[in-house]
Protein backbone atom coordinates (compact mmCIF):
# COMPACT_ATOMS: atom_id res chain seq x y z
CA UNK A 1 0.00 0.00 0.00
CA UNK A 2 1.43 3.11 -0.94
CA UNK A 3 1.28 5.88 1.64
CA UNK A 4 1.46 9.51 1.24
CA UNK A 5 1.29 12.42 4.44
CA UNK A 6 0.45 15.58 3.32
CA UNK A 7 0.29 18.60 5.21
CA UNK A 8 -2.10 21.80 5.65
CA UNK A 9 -0.15 24.76 6.20
CA UNK A 10 -1.24 28.83 6.27
CA UNK A 11 -2.55 31.16 8.72
CA UNK A 12 -5.46 30.84 11.12
CA UNK A 13 -8.62 30.74 9.74
CA UNK A 14 -8.20 30.26 6.34
CA UNK A 15 -9.77 26.89 5.96
CA UNK A 16 -7.68 24.37 6.48
CA UNK A 17 -9.64 22.28 8.47
CA UNK A 18 -12.98 23.17 6.67
CA UNK A 19 -11.37 21.61 3.24
CA UNK A 20 -10.14 18.59 5.00
CA UNK A 21 -13.50 18.36 6.37
CA UNK A 22 -14.73 18.86 3.23
CA UNK A 23 -12.75 16.34 1.36
CA UNK A 24 -12.68 13.64 3.64
CA UNK A 25 -16.66 14.12 5.56
CA UNK A 26 -18.01 15.92 2.89
CA UNK A 27 -19.18 18.12 5.60
CA UNK A 28 -18.97 22.35 6.06
CA UNK A 29 -19.98 24.49 9.11
CA UNK A 30 -19.16 28.05 9.10
CA UNK A 31 -18.56 28.18 12.68
CA UNK A 32 -15.21 28.94 13.47
CA UNK A 33 -13.13 26.34 15.56
CA UNK A 34 -9.59 26.74 16.00
CA UNK A 35 -7.04 23.97 15.81
CA UNK A 36 -4.79 23.48 18.27
CA UNK A 37 -1.81 20.70 17.58
CA UNK A 38 -2.76 18.19 15.01
CA UNK A 39 -4.92 16.06 13.90
CA UNK A 40 -4.55 13.30 11.20
CA UNK A 41 -7.43 11.74 9.05
CA UNK A 42 -6.87 9.18 5.95
CA UNK A 43 -8.50 9.19 3.15
CA UNK A 44 -8.15 6.24 0.58
CA UNK A 45 -7.89 7.16 -3.01
CA UNK A 46 -7.85 5.48 -6.33
CA UNK A 47 -5.76 7.33 -8.87
CA UNK A 48 -5.41 6.05 -12.29
CA UNK A 49 -5.47 1.84 -10.99
CA UNK A 50 -3.22 3.19 -7.85
CA UNK A 51 -4.42 2.97 -4.62
CA UNK A 52 -2.76 5.45 -2.27
CA UNK A 53 -3.46 6.15 1.60
CA UNK A 54 -3.45 9.69 2.22
CA UNK A 55 -2.53 10.93 5.42
CA UNK A 56 -3.56 14.41 6.00
CA UNK A 57 -2.10 16.37 8.66
CA UNK A 58 -4.67 19.63 9.82
CA UNK A 59 -2.00 21.86 11.41
CA UNK A 60 -2.45 24.52 13.69
CA UNK A 61 -2.23 27.69 11.79
CA UNK A 62 0.47 30.41 12.64
CA UNK A 63 -1.11 32.70 14.72
CA UNK A 64 -0.11 35.13 17.96
CA UNK A 65 -0.09 32.42 19.76
CA UNK A 66 1.98 29.71 18.16
CA UNK A 67 4.65 29.47 15.44
CA UNK A 68 4.54 26.49 13.23
CA UNK A 69 6.47 23.40 14.73
CA UNK A 70 8.57 21.93 12.23
CA UNK A 71 8.38 18.53 14.15
CA UNK A 72 4.92 18.17 12.43
CA UNK A 73 6.71 18.41 8.78
CA UNK A 74 9.03 15.64 9.19
CA UNK A 75 8.72 13.03 6.13
CA UNK A 76 5.92 14.83 4.66
CA UNK A 77 5.40 13.70 0.85
CA UNK A 78 3.71 17.05 0.02
CA UNK A 79 1.79 20.32 1.35
CA UNK A 80 -0.86 22.66 0.68
CA UNK A 81 -0.44 26.35 1.43
CA UNK A 82 -3.39 27.68 1.99
CA UNK A 83 -4.45 31.30 2.10
CA UNK A 84 -7.99 33.37 2.46
CA UNK A 85 -8.94 35.34 -0.72
CA UNK A 86 -10.87 37.47 1.53
CA UNK A 87 -8.10 38.54 3.48
CA UNK A 88 -4.59 39.75 1.89
CA UNK A 89 -2.19 39.16 4.84
CA UNK A 90 -2.94 35.36 4.78
CA UNK A 91 -1.45 35.56 1.20
CA UNK A 92 1.59 37.43 2.44
CA UNK A 93 2.20 35.00 5.02
CA UNK A 94 1.92 32.23 3.16
CA UNK A 95 4.79 33.24 1.02
CA UNK A 96 6.91 33.81 3.95
CA UNK A 97 5.36 30.31 5.38
CA UNK A 98 6.95 28.49 1.86
CA UNK A 99 10.52 30.02 2.70
CA UNK A 100 10.38 28.47 6.13
CA UNK A 101 9.37 25.32 4.92
CA UNK A 102 11.28 24.95 1.71
CA UNK A 103 14.08 24.78 4.87
CA UNK A 104 12.89 21.98 6.61
CA UNK A 105 11.25 19.95 4.24
CA UNK A 106 13.48 20.26 1.04
CA UNK A 107 11.69 20.14 -2.53
CA UNK A 108 8.67 18.32 -2.17
CA UNK A 109 5.57 19.30 -3.88
CA UNK A 110 3.17 21.54 -2.98
CA UNK A 111 -0.19 23.73 -3.95
CA UNK A 112 -1.08 26.98 -3.32
CA UNK A 113 -4.93 26.90 -2.34
CA UNK A 114 -6.63 30.17 -2.31
CA UNK A 115 -9.82 29.55 -0.36
CA UNK A 116 -12.81 31.21 -0.01
CA UNK A 117 -13.68 31.20 -4.03
CA UNK A 118 -17.55 31.37 -2.94
CA UNK A 119 -16.81 35.04 -1.58
CA UNK A 120 -14.79 36.42 -4.67
CA UNK A 121 -16.64 39.62 -4.59
CA UNK A 122 -14.83 39.54 -1.36
CA UNK A 123 -11.70 38.91 -2.47
CA UNK A 124 -8.80 41.42 -2.01
CA UNK A 125 -5.58 40.15 -3.42
CA UNK A 126 -3.01 42.00 -4.99
CA UNK A 127 -3.04 41.54 -8.59
CA UNK A 128 0.24 42.41 -8.50
CA UNK A 129 1.29 39.62 -6.02
CA UNK A 130 -1.02 37.28 -7.57
CA UNK A 131 0.83 37.57 -11.19
CA UNK A 132 3.89 37.07 -9.40
CA UNK A 133 3.43 33.77 -7.96
CA UNK A 134 1.61 32.64 -11.13
CA UNK A 135 4.38 33.30 -12.96
CA UNK A 136 7.19 30.94 -10.59
CA UNK A 137 5.09 27.97 -12.12
CA UNK A 138 3.64 27.22 -9.07
CA UNK A 139 1.07 25.48 -9.14
CA UNK A 140 -2.47 27.61 -7.77
CA UNK A 141 -5.78 26.73 -7.48
CA UNK A 142 -9.28 28.65 -6.11
CA UNK A 143 -11.27 26.40 -4.02
CA UNK A 144 -14.42 26.55 -1.61
CA UNK A 145 -14.59 24.46 1.44
CA UNK A 146 -18.27 25.93 1.60
CA UNK A 147 -19.39 24.89 -1.96
CA UNK A 148 -16.99 22.44 -2.44
CA UNK A 149 -15.68 23.45 -5.47
CA UNK A 150 -11.88 22.09 -6.78
CA UNK A 151 -11.65 20.33 -3.39
CA UNK A 152 -11.21 17.63 -4.82
CA UNK A 153 -9.43 18.28 -7.70
CA UNK A 154 -6.55 19.99 -5.22
CA UNK A 155 -6.20 16.92 -3.23
CA UNK A 156 -5.78 14.45 -6.66
CA UNK A 157 -3.73 16.76 -7.93
CA UNK A 158 -1.86 17.59 -4.76
CA UNK A 159 -1.43 13.23 -4.52
CA UNK A 160 -0.96 12.89 -8.20
CA UNK A 161 2.18 15.02 -7.77
CA UNK A 162 3.38 13.50 -4.76
CA UNK A 163 3.43 9.70 -7.14
CA UNK A 164 5.35 11.42 -9.42
CA UNK A 165 8.19 12.68 -7.48
CA UNK B 1 3.11 20.58 35.77
CA UNK B 2 5.43 19.04 33.07
CA UNK B 3 6.89 16.70 35.76
CA UNK B 4 3.46 15.43 37.00
CA UNK B 5 3.62 11.99 35.35
CA UNK B 6 0.90 10.74 37.43
CA UNK B 7 -1.58 12.98 36.51
CA UNK B 8 -0.12 12.83 32.28
CA UNK B 9 -0.97 8.99 32.18
CA UNK B 10 2.59 7.73 30.98
CA UNK B 11 2.38 5.14 28.10
CA UNK B 12 5.39 3.75 25.91
CA UNK B 13 6.20 1.42 23.47
CA UNK B 14 9.38 0.02 22.03
CA UNK B 15 9.74 -0.81 18.45
CA UNK B 16 12.60 -2.85 16.94
CA UNK B 17 15.06 -1.76 14.15
CA UNK B 18 12.63 -2.94 12.02
CA UNK B 19 9.73 -0.58 13.59
CA UNK B 20 7.84 -3.67 14.76
CA UNK B 21 6.75 -3.39 18.03
CA UNK B 22 8.92 -4.71 20.80
CA UNK B 23 7.65 -3.76 24.26
CA UNK B 24 5.09 -1.59 25.47
CA UNK B 25 3.19 -0.83 29.18
CA UNK B 26 1.75 2.25 30.54
CA UNK B 27 -1.80 3.81 30.17
CA UNK B 28 -2.03 2.82 26.16
CA UNK B 29 -5.41 2.62 26.64
CA UNK B 30 -6.23 6.52 27.67
CA UNK B 31 -4.69 6.78 23.93
CA UNK B 32 -7.13 4.40 22.39
CA UNK B 33 -4.15 2.16 21.64
CA UNK B 34 -5.69 -1.04 22.45
CA UNK B 35 -4.78 -4.83 21.63
CA UNK B 36 -1.22 -3.87 20.95
CA UNK B 37 0.59 -7.29 19.73
CA UNK B 38 4.40 -7.84 19.68
CA UNK B 39 5.56 -7.85 16.23
CA UNK B 40 3.02 -6.07 14.89
CA UNK B 41 4.71 -3.24 12.41
CA UNK B 42 4.29 -0.20 14.12
CA UNK B 43 3.31 1.85 10.91
CA UNK B 44 -0.19 0.70 10.97
CA UNK B 45 -0.98 1.24 14.28
CA UNK B 46 0.54 4.64 14.87
CA UNK B 47 -0.33 6.81 12.01
CA UNK B 48 1.13 9.67 13.75
CA UNK B 49 4.48 8.42 13.26
CA UNK B 50 3.99 8.33 9.56
CA UNK B 51 7.33 10.31 8.52
CA UNK B 52 9.72 9.53 11.82
CA UNK B 53 10.59 6.29 10.11
CA UNK B 54 11.82 8.29 6.81
CA UNK B 55 15.10 9.98 7.30
CA UNK B 56 17.42 10.84 10.09
CA UNK B 57 17.27 8.93 13.17
CA UNK B 58 16.91 12.24 15.14
CA UNK B 59 14.61 11.99 18.08
CA UNK B 60 12.03 14.65 18.99
CA UNK B 61 8.66 15.79 20.12
CA UNK B 62 5.49 15.94 18.34
CA UNK B 63 3.34 18.33 20.89
CA UNK B 64 -0.69 17.98 20.94
CA UNK B 65 -1.32 15.23 18.72
CA UNK B 66 -5.04 14.41 18.96
CA UNK B 67 -5.83 10.53 19.52
CA UNK B 68 -8.90 8.74 20.63
CA UNK B 69 -11.33 11.46 20.44
CA UNK B 70 -10.93 14.72 22.74
CA UNK B 71 -7.79 12.80 23.17
CA UNK B 72 -4.25 14.71 22.94
CA UNK B 73 -0.69 13.46 23.75
CA UNK B 74 2.70 14.81 23.52
CA UNK B 75 4.10 12.46 21.55
CA UNK B 76 8.42 11.77 22.22
CA UNK B 77 10.27 9.92 19.61
CA UNK B 78 13.79 8.57 20.57
CA UNK B 79 16.27 6.91 18.97
CA UNK B 80 18.51 4.66 20.54
CA UNK B 81 20.99 1.66 19.26
CA UNK B 82 18.51 -0.86 19.64
CA UNK B 83 15.27 1.19 18.12
CA UNK B 84 13.17 3.80 19.04
CA UNK B 85 10.81 4.45 22.03
CA UNK B 86 7.65 6.20 21.92
CA UNK B 87 6.61 7.88 24.71
CA UNK B 88 2.87 9.41 25.67
CA UNK B 89 1.98 12.07 28.07
CA UNK B 90 -1.63 13.13 27.96
CA UNK B 91 -1.40 17.26 27.41
CA UNK B 92 -5.90 16.98 26.73
CA UNK B 93 -6.31 19.40 29.33
CA UNK B 94 -3.35 22.14 28.29
CA UNK B 95 -5.22 21.49 24.83
CA UNK B 96 -8.13 22.69 26.12
CA UNK B 97 -7.02 25.30 27.73
CA UNK B 98 -5.17 26.20 24.75
CA UNK B 99 -7.74 25.93 22.80
CA UNK B 100 -10.05 28.23 24.66
CA UNK B 101 -7.25 31.11 24.54
CA UNK B 102 -6.64 30.89 20.98
CA UNK B 103 -10.06 30.50 20.03
CA UNK B 104 -10.99 34.20 21.71
CA UNK B 105 -7.32 35.55 20.67
CA UNK B 106 -7.90 34.33 17.34
CA UNK B 107 -11.82 35.48 16.76
CA UNK B 108 -10.20 39.05 18.38
CA UNK B 109 -7.86 39.03 15.70
CA UNK B 110 -10.04 38.25 12.67
CA UNK B 111 -12.22 41.32 13.87
CA UNK B 112 -9.55 43.69 14.15
CA UNK B 113 -8.59 42.36 10.25
CA UNK B 114 -12.38 43.09 9.07
CA UNK B 115 -12.08 46.57 10.68
CA UNK B 116 -8.76 47.34 9.52
CA UNK B 117 -10.25 46.26 5.91
CA UNK B 118 -13.51 48.56 6.40
CA UNK B 119 -11.02 51.17 7.77
CA UNK B 120 -8.85 51.31 4.65
CA UNK B 121 -12.35 51.22 2.37
CA UNK B 122 -13.29 53.90 4.41
CA UNK B 123 -9.91 55.95 3.51
CA UNK B 124 -10.05 55.09 -0.25
CA UNK B 125 -13.71 56.55 -0.14
CA UNK B 126 -12.76 59.87 1.72
CA UNK B 127 -10.08 60.17 -0.67
CA UNK B 128 -12.03 59.61 -4.01
CA UNK B 129 -14.82 62.54 -2.68
CA UNK B 130 -11.43 64.63 -1.95
CA UNK B 131 -10.90 64.43 -5.25
CA UNK B 132 -14.11 64.95 -6.64
CA UNK B 133 -14.75 67.64 -4.71
CA UNK B 134 -11.31 69.27 -6.27
CA UNK B 135 -12.30 68.31 -9.69
CA UNK B 136 -15.83 70.10 -8.82
CA UNK B 137 -14.17 73.29 -7.08
CA UNK B 138 -11.41 73.72 -10.06
CA UNK B 139 -14.62 73.48 -12.90
CA UNK B 140 -16.52 75.60 -10.55
CA UNK B 141 -13.52 77.98 -10.60
CA UNK B 142 -12.94 77.79 -14.85
CA UNK B 143 -16.99 78.69 -14.96
CA UNK B 144 -17.21 81.67 -12.88
CA UNK B 145 -14.34 82.68 -14.82
CA UNK B 146 -15.75 82.30 -18.17
CA UNK B 147 -19.03 83.29 -16.97
CA UNK B 148 -17.43 85.99 -15.12
CA UNK B 149 -14.83 87.83 -17.64
CA UNK B 150 -18.35 89.20 -19.38
CA UNK B 151 -19.46 91.61 -16.22
N1 LIG C 1 -17.27 31.27 2.90
C1 LIG C 1 -16.32 30.37 3.19
N2 LIG C 1 -15.92 30.19 4.46
C2 LIG C 1 -14.97 29.27 4.72
C3 LIG C 1 -14.37 28.50 3.69
N3 LIG C 1 -13.44 27.69 4.27
C4 LIG C 1 -13.48 27.95 5.58
N4 LIG C 1 -14.38 28.90 5.86
C5 LIG C 1 -14.71 29.47 7.19
O1 LIG C 1 -13.54 30.11 7.67
C6 LIG C 1 -13.39 29.91 9.07
C7 LIG C 1 -12.06 29.24 9.36
O2 LIG C 1 -12.03 27.94 8.82
P1 LIG C 1 -11.09 26.80 9.38
O3 LIG C 1 -11.25 25.64 8.48
O4 LIG C 1 -11.32 26.57 10.83
O5 LIG C 1 -9.66 27.47 9.19
P2 LIG C 1 -8.21 26.97 9.70
O6 LIG C 1 -7.92 27.75 10.93
O7 LIG C 1 -7.29 27.31 8.57
O8 LIG C 1 -8.32 25.50 9.95
C8 LIG C 1 -14.58 29.07 9.50
O9 LIG C 1 -15.58 29.93 10.01
C9 LIG C 1 -15.05 28.41 8.21
O10 LIG C 1 -16.43 28.16 8.23
C10 LIG C 1 -14.81 28.70 2.34
O11 LIG C 1 -14.36 28.10 1.38
N5 LIG C 1 -15.79 29.65 2.17
MG1 LIG D 1 -7.89 24.48 11.71
Redesign the interface.
Known sequence: MIKKKICMLGVFAVGKTSLVQRFVKSIFSDKYLTTVGVKIDKKTLDLDGTTVDVMLWDLQGEDEFQELQVSYLRGTSGYFLVADGTRAFSFDRALLLKEKVDKVVGDVPFVMLINKADLTDQWELDEAKVEEVLAKNWSVMKTSAKTGENVEKAFHTLTMMTLEQ | MALNFEKRSVAFCFLDQDYQINRFGGSLETYGLRDLQKGQHA?NVF??L??????SRQS???????LESSV?ADVHYIFDENGLWIVFLD?TQE?ER??L???R???A??LK?KIN?LNLQLEAANSRIENLQAELDSREKVDCEHTCEGK
Open positions: EPFEGIFIGGLMRHVAFAVLTMQQGNENLEQ
